[in-house]
């Protein structure tokens, strides 16, 4: 059995992503390079990992616990080649970082774990918050970077960012539920059954911004901000919901079942990502929490496309001393 770390890299793309089209287009690939590795990846495996449908591609049971694994390894891999570049052991001082809710409970901890490992003489200074008071403590020096829903950003000038990884939006619901039946969904389906709204990080007003853009509305049964509570509605019947990957799982707290679904249309994905102050010249901890991030969900470490700011790369900065 023969696997590549880019068969992993294009497959981790698809399954993110959820169209082959779109993966290619962030790999700079074509969609057939894609498709092969992916197929490659599969037969070397002996698992079907993806399924395709009329809109896009979906993770099997089997891919979506290989997908984990996959993101691991090449975090890991990712890992490595930076500690090849740069001493963390000379990286010191303290870092203050912003966070909103759904940052702080389904993505950051992980990587927090393994920069605290890396960097032991950085000492990171939490501040959890919403998105619009964090966006006024970078602007006015409070914080030093924030890790939050990008996508929620309007461009604001004091603010830079960049994104670190999508998380695709899929509509969540009980295995017996009667949309569970059909093979093709949209939100004109969606829209004649119960929906279980969350209201936290701007969720409410993200949600409504894609109804509106299809000429429908949801028939909302209940707001919440807590993400067990729409989890345990969803499972037990009670009605839908459409909700991102990252914070997906298949089980509520009280053991019942949760089933996704893709949708026909184009649902914005989930972006998380790294902000910090135009102006503001970043620190060395601030550059290297920055790198380990870029290098965790990416596997690199220069300069992203969608970048706000031209500030150089800890790593380059330490390659050149």
């Not at 501040?127 to 970078?138: D, G, H, K, S």
């Not at 459409?242 to 989930?270: K, N």
Request: proline share 4%.
């Amino acid at each position: 059995m023969s696997i590549s770390l880019k068969q992993m890299r294009y497959f981790v793309a698809a399954a993110e992503t959820g169209r082959i089209g779109q993966a290619a287009v962030e790999l700079n690939v074509s969609q057939s390079a894609v498709t092969a590795a992916i197929q490659q990846l599969e037969g070397g495996l002996g698992l079907k990992l993806l399924d395709r449908t009329p809109v896009g591609v979906s993770v099997t049971l089997e891919g979506g616990r290989f997908l984990q694994q996959a993101r691991d390894i090449l975090a890991a891999v990712a890992e490595a080649t930076r500690r090849s570049r740069v001493s963390p052991l000379e990286v010191d001082g303290s870092l203050r970082v912003g966070v909103t809710y759904t940052v702080a409970g389904y993505f950051l901890p992980r990587h927090l774990m393994r920069f605290a490992a890396t960097f032991p003489h950085v000492a990171i200074d939490l501040f959890e918050a919403p998105r619009t008071v964090i966006e006024q403590a970078l602007a006015d020096g409070a914080l030093d970077m924030a890790v939050l829903l990008v996508s929620n950003l309007r461009g604001s000038a004091p603010i830079a960012f960049e994104t670190l990884t999508r998380s695709r939006r899929r509509l969540w619901l009980a295995p017996g539920h009667a949309l569970a039946r059909l093979d093709r969904l949209g939100l004109a389906d969606v829209a004649g059954h119960p929906y279980v709204m969350l209201t936290v990080d701007e969720a409410k007003s993200t949600t409504l911004r894609y109804w509106d853009a299809a000429g429908a509305a949801p028939n909302v049964l209940f707001r919440t901000s807590s993400v067990e509570a729409v989890r345990s509605m969803v499972a037990g019947g009670m009605g839908v919901t459409i909700l991102s990957d990252m914070v997906y799982r298949p089980w509520s707290l009280d053991g019942q079942r949760i089933e996704t679904r893709l949708l026909r249309e184009d649902i914005p994905t989930m972006d998380v990502g790294l902000a910090w102050a135009r102006d503001a010249a970043l620190t060395l901890p601030a550059e290297a929490f920055r790198d380990f991030l870029r290098f965790a969900l990416t596997g690199v470490g220069h300069q992203r496309p969608d970048e706000r700011s031209m500030q150089p790369s800890i790593l380059s900065m330490t390659a050149a001393s």
